[in-house]
Protein backbone atom coordinates (compact mmCIF):
# COMPACT_ATOMS: atom_id res chain seq x y z
CA UNK A 1 0.00 0.00 0.00
CA UNK A 2 1.42 3.45 -0.79
CA UNK A 3 2.12 5.58 1.71
CA UNK A 4 0.25 8.40 2.85
CA UNK A 5 1.48 12.41 3.75
CA UNK A 6 -1.83 13.28 5.35
CA UNK A 7 -3.16 13.23 8.51
CA UNK A 8 -6.08 11.53 9.77
CA UNK A 9 -8.78 12.05 11.50
CA UNK A 10 -10.75 8.55 12.83
CA UNK A 11 -14.29 8.99 14.22
CA UNK A 12 -15.92 5.98 15.85
CA UNK A 13 -19.70 6.39 15.36
CA UNK A 14 -20.11 3.30 17.79
CA UNK A 15 -18.38 5.15 20.46
CA UNK A 16 -20.89 7.86 19.82
CA UNK A 17 -23.87 6.11 19.97
CA UNK A 18 -22.53 4.65 23.10
CA UNK A 19 -21.79 7.71 24.71
CA UNK A 20 -25.64 8.99 23.70
CA UNK A 21 -27.06 5.92 25.52
CA UNK A 22 -25.32 6.80 28.67
CA UNK A 23 -26.09 10.72 28.61
CA UNK A 24 -29.65 9.53 28.45
CA UNK A 25 -28.78 7.12 31.41
CA UNK A 26 -27.27 10.52 33.04
CA UNK A 27 -30.56 12.91 32.11
CA UNK A 28 -33.08 10.34 34.04
CA UNK A 29 -36.57 11.22 32.94
CA UNK A 30 -35.54 13.85 31.15
CA UNK A 31 -35.18 13.97 27.42
CA UNK A 32 -31.74 13.77 26.11
CA UNK A 33 -30.94 16.94 23.28
CA UNK A 34 -28.10 16.23 20.85
CA UNK A 35 -26.51 20.07 20.17
CA UNK A 36 -24.43 19.63 16.74
CA UNK A 37 -23.52 23.22 16.02
CA UNK A 38 -20.03 24.02 14.33
CA UNK A 39 -20.80 21.25 11.60
CA UNK A 40 -21.36 18.87 15.02
CA UNK A 41 -18.14 20.01 16.93
CA UNK A 42 -15.81 19.86 13.92
CA UNK A 43 -16.33 16.05 13.59
CA UNK A 44 -18.91 16.16 10.43
CA UNK A 45 -22.45 17.19 11.13
CA UNK A 46 -23.38 14.90 7.89
CA UNK A 47 -21.62 11.54 9.69
CA UNK A 48 -22.84 12.61 13.34
CA UNK A 49 -26.32 13.60 12.95
CA UNK A 50 -27.60 9.85 12.01
CA UNK A 51 -25.98 8.13 14.06
CA UNK A 52 -27.35 10.29 16.96
CA UNK A 53 -30.75 9.97 15.20
CA UNK A 54 -30.24 6.12 14.37
CA UNK A 55 -29.23 6.01 18.68
CA UNK A 56 -33.04 7.70 19.83
CA UNK A 57 -31.98 11.38 19.62
CA UNK A 58 -35.47 13.32 18.36
CA UNK A 59 -34.13 17.12 18.99
CA UNK A 60 -31.18 18.56 17.96
CA UNK A 61 -29.89 22.02 18.54
CA UNK A 62 -27.62 24.23 16.35
CA UNK A 63 -26.52 28.25 16.37
CA UNK A 64 -27.56 29.49 13.08
CA UNK A 65 -29.92 29.36 10.38
CA UNK A 66 -27.74 28.27 8.02
CA UNK A 67 -26.85 25.08 9.97
CA UNK A 68 -30.45 24.23 10.51
CA UNK A 69 -30.82 24.29 6.87
CA UNK A 70 -27.98 22.00 6.78
CA UNK A 71 -29.38 19.77 9.03
CA UNK A 72 -33.05 19.74 8.13
CA UNK A 73 -31.93 18.18 5.14
CA UNK A 74 -30.26 15.27 6.67
CA UNK A 75 -33.09 14.83 8.96
CA UNK A 76 -36.69 15.29 7.77
CA UNK A 77 -38.03 14.58 11.34
CA UNK A 78 -36.79 15.74 13.90
CA UNK A 79 -37.06 19.00 16.21
CA UNK A 80 -34.31 21.69 15.30
CA UNK A 81 -33.98 24.64 17.73
CA UNK A 82 -31.30 27.41 16.28
CA UNK A 83 -30.19 29.21 19.54
CA UNK A 84 -28.91 32.43 17.88
CA UNK A 85 -32.84 33.25 17.19
CA UNK A 86 -34.45 34.69 14.28
CA UNK A 87 -32.80 37.73 12.73
CA UNK A 88 -35.21 40.49 11.36
CA UNK A 89 -36.67 39.17 7.67
CA UNK A 90 -35.95 35.65 8.06
CA UNK A 91 -38.74 34.46 9.98
CA UNK A 92 -40.34 32.72 6.67
CA UNK A 93 -37.27 30.52 6.07
CA UNK A 94 -37.44 29.14 9.51
CA UNK A 95 -41.13 28.15 8.59
CA UNK A 96 -40.32 26.77 4.96
CA UNK A 97 -37.50 24.56 6.74
CA UNK A 98 -39.56 23.36 9.89
CA UNK A 99 -36.71 25.20 12.44
CA UNK A 100 -37.51 26.42 16.05
CA UNK A 101 -36.20 29.82 16.73
CA UNK A 102 -34.61 30.62 19.94
CA UNK A 103 -36.45 33.71 20.90
CA UNK A 104 -33.92 36.03 22.63
CA UNK A 105 -35.43 39.62 22.22
CA UNK A 106 -38.51 41.10 22.41
CA UNK A 107 -38.08 42.12 18.79
CA UNK A 108 -37.57 38.15 17.54
CA UNK A 109 -40.90 37.68 19.77
CA UNK A 110 -42.85 40.03 18.16
CA UNK A 111 -41.49 39.04 14.30
CA UNK A 112 -42.22 35.55 15.08
CA UNK A 113 -45.55 36.50 16.36
CA UNK A 114 -46.45 38.50 13.60
CA UNK A 115 -45.12 36.26 11.17
CA UNK A 116 -47.06 33.34 12.72
CA UNK A 117 -50.48 35.77 12.49
CA UNK A 118 -50.02 37.38 9.20
CA UNK A 119 -48.57 34.87 6.75
CA UNK A 120 -48.96 31.45 7.91
CA UNK A 121 -51.90 30.58 6.19
CA UNK A 122 -52.91 27.37 7.47
CA UNK A 123 -53.14 28.60 11.21
CA UNK A 124 -50.89 26.23 12.74
CA UNK A 125 -49.40 28.05 15.52
CA UNK A 126 -45.36 27.61 14.86
CA UNK A 127 -43.39 26.33 17.39
CA UNK A 128 -40.38 28.38 18.38
CA UNK A 129 -38.40 28.38 22.18
CA UNK A 130 -37.86 31.60 24.42
CA UNK A 131 -34.40 31.29 25.78
CA UNK A 132 -33.98 33.11 28.76
CA UNK A 133 -30.84 34.50 30.60
CA UNK A 134 -29.91 33.55 34.21
CA UNK A 135 -26.69 34.80 34.72
CA UNK A 136 -24.46 33.92 31.28
CA UNK A 137 -25.26 37.46 30.06
CA UNK A 138 -24.55 36.20 26.79
CA UNK A 139 -27.99 35.63 24.89
CA UNK A 140 -32.09 35.46 25.80
CA UNK A 141 -34.30 37.53 27.82
CA UNK A 142 -32.71 38.57 31.29
CA UNK A 143 -34.40 39.28 34.38
CA UNK A 144 -36.14 42.92 33.00
CA UNK A 145 -37.36 40.94 29.95
CA UNK A 146 -38.99 38.19 31.53
CA UNK A 147 -41.13 40.70 33.30
CA UNK A 148 -41.56 42.68 30.49
CA UNK A 149 -42.97 39.77 29.00
CA UNK A 150 -44.93 38.48 31.70
CA UNK A 151 -47.05 41.41 31.84
CA UNK A 152 -47.85 41.25 28.47
CA UNK A 153 -49.36 37.59 28.27
CA UNK A 154 -50.92 38.73 24.76
CA UNK A 155 -47.48 38.49 23.38
CA UNK A 156 -47.72 34.42 23.54
CA UNK A 157 -50.81 34.50 21.08
CA UNK A 158 -50.56 32.93 17.75
CA UNK A 159 -47.36 30.83 18.60
CA UNK A 160 -46.63 27.96 20.48
CA UNK A 161 -44.20 28.38 23.14
CA UNK A 162 -42.94 25.13 22.49
CA UNK A 163 -39.73 24.94 25.51
CA UNK A 164 -38.40 27.49 27.68
CA UNK A 165 -34.41 27.47 27.81
CA UNK A 166 -31.09 28.70 29.52
CA UNK A 167 -27.88 28.27 29.77
CA UNK A 168 -25.46 27.64 32.67
CA UNK A 169 -21.99 29.31 32.66
CA UNK A 170 -20.06 27.13 35.32
CA UNK A 171 -21.63 23.84 34.80
CA UNK A 172 -18.09 22.43 34.16
CA UNK A 173 -17.13 23.41 38.09
CA UNK A 174 -20.22 21.53 40.30
CA UNK A 175 -19.09 23.11 43.29
CA UNK A 176 -19.60 26.47 41.61
CA UNK A 177 -21.90 28.75 43.39
CA UNK A 178 -23.34 30.20 40.23
CA UNK A 179 -24.77 26.80 39.38
CA UNK A 180 -27.44 27.18 42.23
CA UNK A 181 -27.75 30.77 41.59
CA UNK A 182 -29.03 30.66 37.82
CA UNK A 183 -30.87 27.82 39.02
CA UNK A 184 -33.02 29.71 41.14
CA UNK A 185 -33.32 32.68 38.53
CA UNK A 186 -34.21 30.08 35.78
CA UNK A 187 -36.95 28.77 38.34
CA UNK A 188 -38.33 32.13 38.91
CA UNK A 189 -38.27 32.81 35.18
CA UNK A 190 -40.32 29.50 34.87
CA UNK A 191 -43.06 30.44 37.40
CA UNK A 192 -43.70 34.00 35.77
CA UNK A 193 -44.02 33.11 32.15
CA UNK A 194 -46.52 30.64 30.79
CA UNK A 195 -46.42 27.18 31.44
CA UNK A 196 -44.24 25.09 29.15
CA UNK A 197 -41.32 22.49 28.87
CA UNK A 198 -37.99 23.61 30.51
CA UNK A 199 -34.13 23.09 29.13
CA UNK A 200 -31.54 24.06 31.13
CA UNK A 201 -28.70 21.69 31.08
CA UNK A 202 -25.55 21.23 28.69
CA UNK A 203 -23.27 18.52 29.08
CA UNK A 204 -21.50 19.73 32.34
CA UNK A 205 -25.14 21.05 33.61
CA UNK A 206 -26.74 17.23 32.93
CA UNK A 207 -24.04 15.88 35.28
CA UNK A 208 -24.57 18.09 38.31
CA UNK A 209 -28.07 15.86 38.47
CA UNK A 210 -31.96 16.24 38.71
CA UNK A 211 -32.01 19.48 39.85
CA UNK A 212 -31.01 20.81 36.91
CA UNK A 213 -32.43 18.34 34.17
CA UNK A 214 -36.06 19.98 33.83
CA UNK A 215 -37.66 18.38 30.87
CA UNK A 216 -34.54 18.36 28.25
CA UNK A 217 -30.58 18.23 28.81
CA UNK A 218 -28.82 19.74 25.85
CA UNK A 219 -25.96 17.55 25.32
CA UNK A 220 -23.00 18.56 23.32
CA UNK A 221 -19.49 18.00 24.42
CA UNK A 222 -19.88 14.53 26.50
CA UNK A 223 -21.33 12.94 23.38
CA UNK A 224 -17.79 13.49 21.08
CA UNK A 225 -16.33 12.23 24.16
CA UNK A 226 -14.50 14.77 26.10
CA UNK A 227 -15.58 15.42 29.30
CA UNK A 228 -17.56 18.63 30.24
CA UNK A 229 -16.39 19.29 33.62
CA UNK A 230 -12.55 19.44 35.16
CA UNK A 231 -12.57 15.84 35.89
CA UNK A 232 -10.73 13.45 33.18
CA UNK A 233 -12.84 10.47 34.28
CA UNK A 234 -16.49 12.17 33.61
CA UNK A 235 -15.19 11.91 29.79
CA UNK A 236 -17.39 8.92 28.26
CA UNK A 237 -16.06 7.20 25.33
CA UNK A 238 -13.09 9.20 22.84
CA UNK A 239 -15.12 8.89 19.41
CA UNK A 240 -12.43 10.83 18.02
CA UNK A 241 -8.72 10.65 16.94
CA UNK A 242 -6.05 12.47 15.14
CA UNK A 243 -3.06 11.23 13.75
CA UNK A 244 0.18 12.25 11.64
CA UNK A 245 2.74 10.51 9.90
CA UNK A 246 5.99 10.89 10.53
CA UNK A 247 7.41 12.37 6.96
CA UNK A 248 11.04 12.49 7.95
CA UNK A 249 13.42 11.62 11.13
CA UNK A 250 16.48 13.89 11.57
CA UNK A 251 19.69 13.55 14.05
CA UNK A 252 20.66 16.94 15.97
CA UNK A 253 23.79 17.52 17.74
CA UNK A 254 24.25 20.16 20.46
CA UNK A 255 23.93 23.72 19.53
CA UNK A 256 21.20 22.62 16.34
CA UNK A 257 17.90 24.46 16.59
CA UNK A 258 14.34 23.68 15.38
CA UNK A 259 11.96 25.62 13.04
CA UNK A 260 10.60 28.93 13.07
CA UNK A 261 12.32 31.63 15.07
CA UNK A 262 14.65 28.72 16.01
CA UNK A 263 12.95 28.71 19.57
CA UNK A 264 14.56 25.42 20.56
CA UNK A 265 17.75 24.48 20.83
CA UNK A 266 19.61 20.78 21.53
CA UNK A 267 21.48 20.84 24.21
CA UNK A 268 23.14 17.50 23.09
CA UNK A 269 22.80 14.60 20.78
CA UNK A 270 19.15 14.28 19.75
CA UNK A 271 16.88 11.95 17.57
CA UNK A 272 13.51 14.01 15.95
CA UNK A 273 10.70 13.45 13.64
CA UNK A 274 8.68 15.92 11.75
CA UNK A 275 5.43 15.11 11.78
CA UNK A 276 2.55 15.92 9.02
CA UNK A 277 -0.03 18.46 10.69
CA UNK A 278 0.35 22.05 11.05
CA UNK A 279 -1.87 24.88 12.13
CA UNK A 280 -2.89 24.79 8.92
CA UNK A 281 -4.93 21.55 10.73
CA UNK A 282 -6.19 23.56 13.02
CA UNK A 283 -3.42 22.84 15.72
CA UNK A 284 -2.87 26.11 17.12
CA UNK A 285 0.92 27.69 16.47
CA UNK A 286 -0.13 28.25 20.63
CA UNK A 287 0.85 25.08 21.28
CA UNK A 288 4.76 25.99 20.16
CA UNK A 289 5.05 29.26 21.75
CA UNK A 290 3.62 29.49 25.34
CA UNK A 291 5.77 26.12 26.28
CA UNK A 292 5.95 23.80 23.90
CA UNK A 293 8.39 20.74 26.28
CA UNK A 294 4.70 20.48 28.36
CA UNK A 295 2.64 19.50 24.90
CA UNK A 296 3.16 15.60 24.72
CA UNK A 297 1.84 13.63 21.46
CA UNK A 298 2.37 9.51 21.27
CA UNK A 299 4.06 7.17 19.02
CA UNK A 300 2.84 3.38 19.71
CA UNK A 301 1.28 4.94 23.22
CA UNK A 302 4.95 6.38 23.63
CA UNK A 303 4.76 10.04 25.04
CA UNK A 304 6.91 12.28 22.64
CA UNK A 305 7.34 15.81 23.36
CA UNK A 306 6.64 19.13 20.72
CA UNK A 307 9.87 21.11 19.76
CA UNK A 308 9.81 24.40 19.23
CA UNK A 309 7.10 26.05 17.09
CA UNK A 310 4.55 24.41 15.20
CA UNK A 311 4.69 25.20 11.26
CA UNK A 312 1.69 25.56 9.44
CA UNK A 313 1.96 21.82 7.89
CA UNK A 314 4.65 19.97 10.36
CA UNK A 315 5.22 19.87 13.60
CA UNK A 316 8.30 18.53 15.47
CA UNK A 317 8.67 16.19 18.24
CA UNK A 318 11.63 14.73 20.12
CA UNK A 319 12.08 10.59 19.49
CA UNK A 320 15.28 10.72 21.26
CA UNK A 321 14.46 8.91 24.30
CA UNK A 322 12.17 6.05 21.27
CA UNK A 323 15.89 5.22 19.83
CA UNK A 324 16.58 2.96 21.87
CA UNK A 325 13.41 0.65 21.36
CA UNK A 326 13.34 -2.43 19.07
CA UNK A 327 11.53 -0.91 16.37
CA UNK A 328 12.57 3.16 16.35
CA UNK A 329 10.02 4.98 15.38
CA UNK A 330 10.13 5.29 11.57
CA UNK A 331 9.00 7.39 8.37
CA UNK A 332 5.26 6.34 7.81
CA UNK A 333 4.52 5.60 11.75
CA UNK A 334 1.56 8.00 13.22
CA UNK A 335 1.74 10.36 15.68
CA UNK A 336 -1.19 10.81 17.55
CA UNK A 337 -2.24 14.26 18.17
CA UNK A 338 -5.19 13.42 20.36
CA UNK A 339 -6.90 9.88 20.68
CA UNK A 340 -6.97 6.73 22.76
CA UNK A 341 -3.57 6.91 24.01
CA UNK A 342 -3.34 11.10 24.17
CA UNK A 343 -6.92 11.90 25.92
CA UNK A 344 -7.96 15.17 23.91
CA UNK A 345 -8.29 16.68 27.23
CA UNK A 346 -5.09 16.36 28.32
CA UNK A 347 -4.00 17.51 26.04
CA UNK A 348 -6.22 20.53 25.28
CA UNK A 349 -5.01 21.23 29.11
CA UNK A 350 -0.90 21.20 27.67
CA UNK A 351 -2.53 23.50 25.35
CA UNK A 352 -4.08 26.17 27.52
CA UNK A 353 -7.39 25.46 25.70
CA UNK A 354 -10.24 23.51 25.80
CA UNK A 355 -11.67 19.98 23.66
CA UNK A 356 -14.07 22.07 22.30
CA UNK A 357 -11.53 24.62 20.60
CA UNK A 358 -9.31 21.93 19.84
CA UNK A 359 -12.64 20.10 17.56
CA UNK A 360 -13.99 23.21 16.22
CA UNK A 361 -10.62 23.97 14.84
CA UNK A 362 -10.27 20.94 12.85
CA UNK A 363 -8.91 20.93 9.69
CA UNK A 364 -10.47 20.13 6.45
CA UNK A 365 -6.89 18.30 4.42
CA UNK A 366 -7.22 15.06 6.82
CA UNK A 367 -8.08 11.89 5.85
CA UNK A 368 -11.28 11.84 7.42
CA UNK A 369 -12.37 8.16 8.08
CA UNK A 370 -15.64 7.20 9.70
CA UNK A 371 -16.41 3.61 11.07
C1 LIG B 1 -23.06 24.73 22.97
C2 LIG B 1 -24.27 24.75 23.85
C3 LIG B 1 -24.69 23.59 24.52
C4 LIG B 1 -23.88 22.31 24.58
O1 LIG B 1 -22.90 22.45 25.57
P1 LIG B 1 -21.89 21.26 25.94
O2 LIG B 1 -21.07 21.83 27.03
O3 LIG B 1 -21.08 21.01 24.71
O4 LIG B 1 -22.68 20.10 26.35
C5 LIG B 1 -25.90 23.62 25.20
N1 LIG B 1 -26.64 24.76 25.24
C6 LIG B 1 -26.24 25.91 24.64
C7 LIG B 1 -27.09 27.11 24.74
C8 LIG B 1 -25.03 25.95 23.94
O5 LIG B 1 -24.63 27.09 23.38
Redesign the pocket.
Known amino acids: MAASDQAELRVDLAALAANYKTMQKHAGAAQTSA?V?ADG?GLGMAQIVPTLAAAGCKVF?V?QLNEGIALRALLPEAVIYV?NGVPRGTAKEFAAHDLRPCLITMAQVEEWQAYCQDNHQDNTPLPACLFVDSGFNRLGFGELGVAELAAKPQLFDGWELSLI?S?LAC?DDPTHPMNAAQLERFRNALAALPKAPASLA???GTMLGPDYHFDMV?????LYGCS?TAREEDALLPIASLRAPLLQTRQLSAGDSIGYGATFTASGEMTIGIASLGYGDGLSRYFGTHSPSKVRFTIGGHPVALLGRVSMDSLAVDLTDLAGLARPPAVGDMVEIFGTDNPIDRLARQGNTIS?ELLTSLGSRYNRIYS
Open positions: VKYWALAHANSGRTGTMAY
